[in-house]
């Protein structure tokens, strides 16, 4: 069936601001889903409160409506726009929750607007649980034995008929919210009572818990004729017990017997076909018996769902973009796969390889959360990798977790004490897979350790392996006595030679150069969704040591972005917007754009963003390699927030360039003792400070400061381990604790300015010429980390003179600094003086949210300047205001409920939402300045 030609307009419903459970991946969708109706000549709008995403751009969508996601808001959208249809799909729970909420009240019906993609009676179906557990049962598949629950009475009925062990499960909620096992009856009243609470409708499902079974999910799209293609099939190497947004996933599936697969595929088609009449996206969740191979269905979700994006990019098939063109009555055969533009939609992929994908979470931002791992999920972000091989996707996910790993262990940071690593394997937490290769370091059985954790055995031998390969490099002493075809197999399997590096107890660089000269080097592979069974059009590359190389360089000009890693708390889904942007402005200066990440949530990583992706590690060793190839005129290090900015000094050291701000310039701004000294020198006020290499020298440096004082390690993000102390004793224990966990770093101490105002500005610098882009003060006092702070755009209480204080200073520094492109300057300002805190020549967490406040592209401006293709004059920038912008931040601390909520100078914020008011006596604004303003730090 043809698209239907009455569908010209459509609404996009986004998912808000990012919280655990709710992440960017859904910005992606929407924006996949936006590009793939745009392509098809429909006008396209888009809700959605985050300023910080690529989603709410003016290059995304046609009108875009920054405002709350309410009911309120949709009916503001239709009576200012003439919509056909809405989708519903791409926003997570929210957009459905709000679909649904809007459908209740007549709002679709009132102005005569279609729901796509999706229906609500196949979203209540699959929300409520009991209509859900009725459904399958009518369609012949199996579910665990469970019972819906209204009130405390009917839930204990529940866990009498059922026993223990069981979990509940809230309905309506996002992210496990709520639920979570009970393994004794002791635990159950307070667990049923929580999960009660969080529903929305106040219902739960107590259902029999399968632990230790395998998990699995599908991702699938089904057309109107009711043709239904498997896209990806994702095992969880941890077993059933633990959120799927929490557990390493692997696809292919590795340990499912033919038998079983089949069974699973043909379970999976019959329970999206029972779902109603939609066209669209589903994931569907099984869970698997380990010995009898029984299968029972978990959960299905009729939508693009969060492991959406990790299997468009697993595969290279676009799912949300696919949808999106189901969703408008194209049907599967009618669509081109995008990647090979010969073979229909309807054509399943094929992997020739795997990808593991591994969650990263933040608890050092949580101090007192429990670490313990379970159906609410917790994690932050994710990576993902792609190897020949399972153990060469698992050692590259490692090392793309920016959290210091070089692979799998074998990076001075194994644990040996036995009957640590045994606790930690039988109560799973961030770090079991480490533990799991410590404990067969040790010797452990491999039995006892799938006893233990419930990992499937096929895993923990793969990983043994692992073990005998470091004991068989003990044997050599010396990176030039190792073999040509151990150290090929070596790297086959994953190994960084930074880790090979650490067993032998020699320098890295020494194995780079013996396994250079070897010609052990790598190759990059096409993802193709065909297994190269067709010819591929989109130059989509991973990295493996194969003999045959399918990246072939081009003869332009080239310039490679580097991306910002998993998404974390001080990193998020803002940086992926810079880098979208500044991909696109290389392509528009006439370079190739090179984009490297391994983040699958992001839209940097879309197949078709960048002249060309690397999916692999923002990681020296894989960088290099990159380089070497690609042989581009620069790299950018300034888009991508702090994880592409400490590759900044070794691509100095090569001699590669940087575009825009040079290294030493970007140093000098990170080093706190050389930028105060650059402050006195061009008479900037600035807090007292020191830099200590000891506790004895902090100790010194904050009774000369004087208390209190803010005590932080250099070259960090989002206030990492950052606290003000008031005393000696709160001194010390913090600069040790900075110690234990970046023995590397300086600690920094500043006299802390109590009570002081905070304000910040974003300007862009060419050389010549400087443009202020945004002035915000926030409204809580200075000692709040910025990210965590509710900012007003432009100012609403600072003085004329402070605020031309702060350009005076702003304009001074961009100079002095050396600056092309972007700089972020924050200030304090207390009894009318105005002090520098710190600069930083790169992206900021705020520059999206001016470029939305103002409608300016900003990011493509600071590009062009930094690869001097353009200058400021060459732009006509016309900032256009609409009253004040508030960026306001979202928490998600519902996930971690004992955890201390109070506010400093470390932030906690997962995502912001923006709010515009007219003026200052909006109710809105009076509300938050009334609650936050006289925020106490401590």
Not at 540 to 546: E, H, I, V
């Amino acid at each position: 069936m043809p698209k239907d030609t009455s569908i010209r307009s459509v609404l996009i419903i986004g998912s808000g601001p990012i919280i655990i459970g709710q992440a960017c991946e859904f910005d992606y969708s929407g924006t996949q889903a936006s590009r793939s109706l745009r392509e098809e000549g429909i006008e396209v709008t888009l809700i959605n409160s985050n300023p910080a995403t690529i989603m709410t751009d003016p290059v995304t969508a046609d009108n875009i409506y920054l405002l709350p996601l309410t009911v309120e808001s949709i009916e503001q959208v239709l009576k200012e726009q003439q919509i056909d249809a809405v989708l519903p799909t791409m926003g997570g729970q929210t957009a459905l929750n709000l679909a649904i909420e809007a459908g209740e009240q007549g709002i679709w019906e009132k102005y005569n607007v279609r729901m796509i993609g999706v229906d609500l009676a196949a979203i209540e179906q699959t929300e409520n649980r009991e209509a859900f557990r009725q459904l399958m049962v009518k369609t012949g598949l199996s579910v665990a034995p469970s019972f819906i629950a209204n009130s405390f009475l009917e839930g204990k009925e529940a866990a009498q008929k059922i026993g223990y062990p069981l979990v509940i499960r809230p309905s309506y909620t996002l992210g496990g919210t709520g639920g979570g096992f009970v393994h004794v009856e002791a635990q159950f009243d307070d667990a049923l009572r929580r999960g009660l609470e969080m529903s929305p409708t106040h219902e739960v499902l107590v259902e029999k818990a399968v632990l230790g079974w395998k998990e699995f999910e599908l991702e699938l799209l089904r057309d109107a004729n009711d043709n239904v293609v498997i896209i990806c099939t994702v095992e969880n190497l941890d077993p059933m017990g633990i959120h799927t947004g929490d557990s390493i996933t692997v696809a292919p599936a590795m340990t499912l017997s033919d038998r079983a697969y089949q069974q699973m595929r043909n379970e999976a088609i019959l329970a999206m076909r029972s779902l109603g009449n939609f066209a669209g996206g589903c994931n569907i969740q099984f869970s698997q018996n380990p010995e009898t191979e029984e299968l029972i269905v978990i959960e299905i979700n009729p939508r693009v769902s969060r492991s959406s994006a990790l299997a468009s990019k697993a595969t290279g098939y676009p799912i949300a973009k696919i949808a999106a063109k189901l969703a408008i009555g194209y049907n599967l055969d009618e669509l081109k796969n995008q990647i090979t533009k010969t073979t229909s939609a309807y054509f399943e992929p094929t992997l020739d390889y795997v990808i593991v994908k591994m969650p990263r979470w933040d608890f050092a931002k949580f101090p007192g959360a429990d670490h313990k791992l379970g159906l609410q999920m917790k994690s932050v972000g994710e990576v993902m990798a792609i190897g020949r091989t399972f153990l060469e996707a698992l050692q590259k996910a490692c090392q793309s977790l920016e959290n210091g790993r070089m692979g799998l262990g074998s990076d001075k940071k194994e644990w040996i004490r036995t009957e640590d690593i045994l606790a930690r394997l039988e109560e799973a937490g961030e770090d079991r897979i480490f533990r799991l290769k410590d404990a067969l370091r040790l010797g452990v059985p491999v039995k006892s350790i799938q006893k233990l954790t419930g990992i499937d055995v096929w895993f923990i031998k793969q990983i043994k392996r692992l073990v005998q390969y470091e004991q068989d490099l003990m044997r050599y002493n010396v990176a030039e006595d190792l073999p040509k075809d151990f150290l090929q197999e070596l790297k086959s399997v994953g190994y960084s030679d930074a880790q090979i590096a650490w067993q032998l107890r020699i320098e890295e660089e020494q194995v780079t150069r013996h396994r250079k000269a070897l010609g052990i080097t790598r190759t990059y592979k096409m993802v193709d969704t065909c297994a190269a069974e067709f010819e591929a059009k989109t130059p989509y590359y991973y990295s493996t040591f194969d003999k045959e190389n399918e990246s072939i360089p081009s003869k332009k000009k080239k310039i490679i972005v580097l991306g910002s890693g998993p998404n974390r708390i001080g990193q998020g889904i803002e940086f992926d917007y810079c880098c979208v942007h500044g991909l696109l402005a290389i392509k528009e200066a006439g370079f190739e754009a090179i984009m490297i990440n391994c983040n699958p949530e992001t839209v940097s990583t879309d197949f078709d963003m960048a002249d060309k992706l690397y999916f692999e590690p923002v990681f020296w060793e894989h960088l290099e390699e990159i380089i070497e190839l690609e042989q581009p005129e620069g790299v950018i290090v300034q888009l991508g927030g702090q994880t592409a900015l400490k590759l900044a000094q070794t691509l100095y050291e090569r001699g590669i360039p940087i575009i825009g701000t040079d290294y030493p310039s970007l140093n000098l701004a990170e080093d706190r003792g050389a930028f105060s000294d650059l402050l006195k020198e061009l008479d900037i006020p600035y807090p007292k400070y020191g830099a200590a290499q000891d506790a004895d020298e902090a100790l010194r440096i904050a009774n000369e400061v004087s208390y209190p004082v803010l005590v932080r390690p250099s070259y960090v993000l989002g206030g990492q381990r950052m606290r003000i102390v008031i005393n000696d004793e709160e001194l010390e224990r913090q600069v040790l604790s900075i110690y234990k966990h970046m023995p590397d770093n300086k600690v920094l101490i500043d006299q802390f300015l109590d009570r002081a105002k905070e304000a910040e500005i974003d300007a862009i610098y060419d050389g010549e010429d400087i443009h202020i882009m945004g002035i915000m003060e926030h409204i809580e006092p200075a000692g709040i980390h910025s990210g965590d702070s509710a900012a007003v755009l432009p100012s609403y209480s600072l003085s004329v003179e402070e605020v031309s204080k702060m350009v005076e200073y702003t304009e001074k520094l961009a100079k002095a600094l050396n600056t092309r492109g972007l700089i972020n300057i924050q200030f304090a300002i207390k009894e009318g003086k105005v002090y520098v805190i710190e600069a930083n020549p790169r992206a900021s967490r705020t520059t999206p949210f001016i470029a939305k406040a103002y409608k300016v592209p900003y990011l493509k401006i600071a590009t062009h300047v930094m690869m001097g293709t353009k200058k400021l004059k060459d732009f006509d920038i016309q900032p256009q205001p609409s009253g004040y912008a508030i960026k306001v931040p979202v928490f998600s601390f519902d996930k971690f409920p004992n955890v201390d909520k109070n506010l400093g100078p470390e932030m906690k914020s997962t995502g912001e939402a923006i709010r515009f008011i007219k003026d200052l006596s909006d109710p809105f604004f009076r509300e938050l300045h009334r609650e936050r303003s006289m925020y106490l730090t401590r």
